[in-house]
């Protein structure tokens, strides 16, 4: 049914994110045009990448970028002595190993470089994400360098340093201005309070196209610190709740590149900061899946299979390569029952991230959740009231919708039908 097409090489970079949750207790207004989203007790940080950025431009995104020779240094072991060294530097038992799809060329497992005396790959992808956060949010996720255990409670970030603007300035130029900077504040980067969520690689999509293999990480703060953006590599910031990012998603306010999408419905699944936090502390010692989507093109659109749907084949000629199909859309969904997939419907335009939905019958492992099933994108309804799914099928209308389904037959109606004028 479907056979590979466009190989080409690629070029690998390995990259850390941070997904910043902080509490919330602001009231939300609601806008003329919506209801007034669920009050979730918490928001997520989402940056808006220049447009000028060659790797999703415009897109909202989480703090993070590319590992750095600095976030690995044995620099760093002074600073964290004589409180914290190797080999864990107090974070707890180690997580399994588990043998992973793919083996990506010129990345080796369990390594960051040749130096044997190096950071290990727990510390320093965390302090990549923490040097991130500074970097493009102007946000410190520092500690004081003391022999107190780490708090397991949600912490606070540190206000900003004097000459915010000419460190970040100096950081940018050199990371390895970032230690110099914390060791001026007699602090550590807080690797304690970043918790393991998920890592993604990114899919074959054209040959030469950007690739990176990142580490999320989940940071629970009690309050949201205040946000600089850079002005360069990030325009703009928001605190959203999973719900009105959803929601300005669907009215195509922001861009959701799929991994983000995904990460922000799984977010979903949690009604409160501390709901969050506790999950991400109880499944510590269960470590990360790690993710590369497969990409199906069909003939009207592209599916993004993820490991566990019945379409996704472990075989590594899918590293430099897309399936393909003449079939629609339509018919390959309705063929199938095992899903673990991204749908976009957006006929092959790989820079238009907005008419999504994710299929999701299959079993989360290593105590993980994940997203519900949703669908965002073109209703079937002519009318401007809420629509009702089960009485109003069929009917024509250009508006958006979001639908979810917990495994049921008939999904659940969860916005507005915006008819176009």
Not at 82 to 100: D, E, I, S, T, Y
Not at 225 to 249: H, K, N, T, Y
Not at 269 to 283: M, P, Q, V
Request: charged residues 25%; contains cysteine.
């Amino acid at each position: 049914m479907s056979v590979p097409v466009r190989a080409g090489p690629s070029s690998w970079r390995r990259a850390a994110t941070l997904v910043l949750a902080a509490g919330w207790t602001r009231p939300v207004p609601a806008a003329a045009s919506r209801p007034q989203p669920p009050a979730e007790g918490f928001r997520v940080l989402l940056l808006q990448r220049s447009a000028s950025q060659g790797f999703l431009p415009g897109a909202q995104v989480f703090p993070g970028g590319v590992l750095e020779a600095a976030d690995r240094s044995t620099d760093w072991l002074r600073l964290f002595a004589p409180h914290h060294g190797p080999p864990r530097f107090g974070l707890g038992r180690a997580p399994p190993q588990r043998a992973a799809f793919p083996v990506l060329p010129n990345v080796r497992p369990g390594a960051v470089d040749e130096d044997a005396a190096a950071l290990p790959d727990d510390i320093a992808f965390r302090i990549c994400a923490i040097r991130e956060a500074f970097e493009e949010a102007g946000v410190l996720l520092l500690r004081p360098r003391d022999p107190r255990p780490p708090d397991q409670a949600p912490g606070c970030a540190l206000a900003p340093p004097p000459a915010l603007a000419d460190w970040r300035a100096r950081v940018r130029r050199d990371p390895r201005h970032f230690l110099s900077l914390c060791a001026q504040l007699d602090c550590t980067p807080d690797i304690w309070a970043l918790h393991d969520w998920s890592g993604w690689i990114t899919p074959f999509s054209r040959p030469g196209g950007r690739r990176f293999e990142t580490t999320f990480f989940l940071c629970c703060l009690k309050e949201p610190p205040p946000v600089f953006p850079d002005l360069v590599e990030v325009v703009d910031c928001q605190w959203s709740s999973p719900s009105e990012a959803i929601e300005r998603l669907i009215s195509k306010e922001i861009l959701l590149a799929p991994p983000q999408f995904y990460e922000i419905r799984r977010l979903g699944n949690f009604a409160s900061l501390s709901d969050l936090h506790k999950f991400s502390l109880d499944r510590e010692s269960e470590g990360t899946e790690r993710w590369m989507p497969i990409i199906l093109l069909t003939a009207d659109g592209m599916i993004h299979l993820l490991p566990g749907d019945e379409m996704y084949l472990e075989d590594s000629n899918f590293l430099e390569n897309c399936m393909s199909t003449e079939k629609k859309t339509e018919e390959i969904m309705n063929e199938g029952k095992k899903f673990h997939r991204i749908v976009l419907y957006n006929s092959h335009n790989y820079g238009d991230y907005t008419d999504y939905s994710i299929h999701v019958t299959v079993l989360p492992k290593y105590k993980h959740v994940y997203p519900k099933s949703c669908v965002v994108g073109l209703c079937q309804h002519k009318t401007r009231v809420p629509y009702n799914v089960g009485e109003n099928k069929g009917l024509e209308c250009k508006g958006t919708y979001l639908l979810e389904d917990n495994l049921s037959e008939e999904p659940t109606y969860m916005g507005i039908c915006r008819s176009h004028p």
